[in-house]
Structure formats: C-alpha cells, structure tokens
C-alpha cells in the first residue's frame, strides 16, 4: 500500500513503450532540456500540459498552480520564468486557464476556507474589475467561464509586467506571451486572442526602465 507498486509497474510499462518506438529517447533527453514553450497552467489534474498539446517529454517547460495565476509576491513562479527565460531561452510562455475552474468558483464565493484565500484574492481582484461585464451574464455557468477567461488575461498582463520578460524584451530576446483557455468537456483549446511580445505593447505604467 506504502509503495504504490501499481505506479511503478505503470511506470515501467511506459518506459518500454517509449523505447520500442525510439531506443535512443531516453539517453537524448538526458542530454539536456531545450525546451520552446514554458506553460504556466492550473494545477488541475485534468489538465496535463504535454498531453493537450501532444508535445513529448523535454518540449515544454511546466509551471502550475492553483488556477494558474503569476502574483508578483511569488517567488516560486518567478523563478521558474526567470529560468525559462534567461537559461532555457524559451521563444513562447503560454498562460493556460480551463473552464469550470475551481478555483476560480470558489473567488466568486464568499465562503471562507482557510489560507487558500489568500492566494484566491488574486482572482476576486480580477472580478472586481470586470464584474459589470460578468454580472451581466445571466447563467452562472458562462459566469465562471467568462471569469476563467478574464483571470487569464489578468495573468498574461502580469507577465508582461515582471522584470524578467521586460529585460529579456530590452535585449532584444524573441519572446511571445499567450493567453489560452482549455476545454476539459471536449479536450479543445481556445487562444483568446491576447498575445503580447514586447515593450511598445504594454502600458507605460508598467514599464521598467
């Protein structure tokens, strides 16, 4: 029961698979990671990144968490941009939200539920600022997904704002942020049209001289 001797026999079962098809894989990958993509996603176990996009194991650099948010405080995602982008040199960052995301349902509630709200306050800042907008949509399901829509626009415009994207931008780095969303009910993703890849396209508020 402690071992969880069905994961490793999964495991390896995997491995076999991956090696009958490409014998060399493994020992290639060991090489070292050059990944193109960073994906910051949800930390939703329906929402595998390599699998959505059906890239293999080395093609995307992954950062997840709950409702997959880039707070300026934290330093766990930092890093990982910070990372991607100054060592691995990744070209895109994507910022990748689903529908029904649950924590983003749970920012529409009042209800308290302990230290988790105050990472979900993030959420319920970004319903602040667009709640006229989803109010005026009557059913509370295409509330939550507009909602879901909207906190990930937020996350690609506080991408675009942190040091690290703007220095990489200043040095002439290639360097595109994408805002996504995910359907789990068809397995389909929606580019929502927010796409930044410089300086001159955000506000001079937040530039960083």
């Known amino acids: 029961m402690r071992k969880l001797?069905?994961?490793?026999e999964r495991n390896k079962n995997w491995s076999e698979k991956i090696k009958e098809s490409d014998p060399e894989f493994f020992f290639n990958l060991s090489k070292q990671q050059s990944p193109k993509y960073l994906w910051i996603g949800c930390a939703d176990s329906r929402v595998p990144a390599n699998q959505i996009v059906d890239l293999m194991p080395g093609e995307v650099f992954v950062h997840r968490n709950i409702a997959n948010l880039v707070v300026h405080t934290d330093l766990n995602s930092l890093?990982?941009?910070q990372y991607a982008v100054e060592v691995l040199k990744v070209k895109h960052i994507i910022v990748c939200g689903h529908y029904g995301c649950g924590g983003v349902q749970a920012a529409m509630q009042n209800n308290a539920l302990g230290l988790i709200d105050n990472w979900l306050r993030h959420i319920r800042d970004t319903y602040r600022n667009y709640q006229g907008e989803i109010d005026r949509v009557e059913d509370e399901k295409g509330k939550l997904n507009l909602l879901c829509e909207k906190n990930v626009i937020e996350q690609v415009a506080n991408l675009s704002h942190s040091t690290t994207v703007q220095?990489?931008?200043?040095?002439?780095q290639e360097l595109a942020i994408h805002g996504w969303i995910y359907s789990i009910q068809n397995g389909i993703l929606k580019d929502l049209n927010v796409c930044t890849t410089g300086l001159d396209e955000i506000s001079q508020t937040y530039r960083v001289k």
């Open 5 to 8: 001797k069905h994961l490793f």
């Open 167 to 172: 220095n990489a931008w200043k040095n002439g």
């Open 79 to 81: 890093s990982v941009i």
